[in-house]
């Protein structure tokens, strides 16, 4: 299975605290994705690490992924309530990407 | 920023009826695909399409659902009879890379099934 399992399930902090949601997979990657979803809406791309990378960052996000432990983790930093979410990593190494449940992320303001 | 566009936003339906949700994907992309989700529950895949031909299907995928790109701008789900548990957000999604590649997922807003 392709898909990746989100730690925690869910996750409360304050404005401005940050927010480390973690990831585990099963199968070798190709690349490994993180996507946003607001209550009820489409998905929305965040960021993207390949298998050769340790780290990467994209504005308030910094993600990580160590190939060996077959783990990911993605980073909030000086979080907003605009951030609330649910939060998915995937392994988009074949046709059928999966997403799991996902960690749900709520920043009070 | 280009978009994927769905139609329509929401539909109700009775059950048995055939329904056809559409979707216009990003126009360079070549990889197509369906999910849905049921109320509080997970994003479910249902199924991958390229160059024609369905790639990937999960076992939702039954005989009542089939999808289709009749022409260069548009691809479909069609859903022969409706049953109640088809009550969902449906989500197109299309990418420009596949698989081998940084297969990016752009999804659009989702179409909305209510099946009385």
């Known amino acids: 299975s392709q898909q990746g399992e989100e730690d925690p399930q869910a996750l409360s902090i304050q404005e401005g605290e940050n927010a480390t949601m973690n990831c585990s997979y099963k199968?070798?990657?190709?690349?490994l994705q993180w996507y946003r979803q607001n209550s009820g809406r489409g998905l929305v791309h965040l960021i993207l690490i390949r298998s050769n990378e340790r780290e990467k960052h994209s504005g308030r996000l910094r993600v990580t992924l160590d190939t060996s432990k077959k783990s990911s983790s993605l980073l909030i930093t000086a979080s907003r309530a605009a951030d609330t979410a649910s939060y998915f990593c995937v392994n988009t190494g074949g046709f059928k990407t999966i997403f799991g449940a996902g960690t749900r992320l709520f920043v009070k303001a | 920023e280009p978009e994927v566009t769905q139609t329509p936003s929401h539909q109700v339906t009775q059950m048995g009826q055939e329904v056809i949700l559409r979707c216009v994907p990003i126009s360079n992309h070549l990889y197509f695909y369906w999910y849905r989700q049921i109320l509080g529950q997970k994003v479910e895949f249902l199924v991958s399409?390229?160059?024609?031909?369905?790639?990937?299907k999960s076992e939702i995928f039954d005989d009542q659902f089939s999808v289709e790109r009749p022409d260069g701008s548009n691809f479909t789900l069609k859903i022969r009879s409706t049953k109640l548990e088809d009550s969902a957000m449906y989500f197109c999604a299309s990418s420009e890379f596949g698989p081998s590649g940084a297969n990016v997922l752009t999804f659009g807003a989702g179409s909305r099934l209510t099946v009385l």
């Open positions: 399409f390229y160059n024609n031909e369905i790639s990937e």
């Open positions: 199968t070798s990657i190709n690349n």
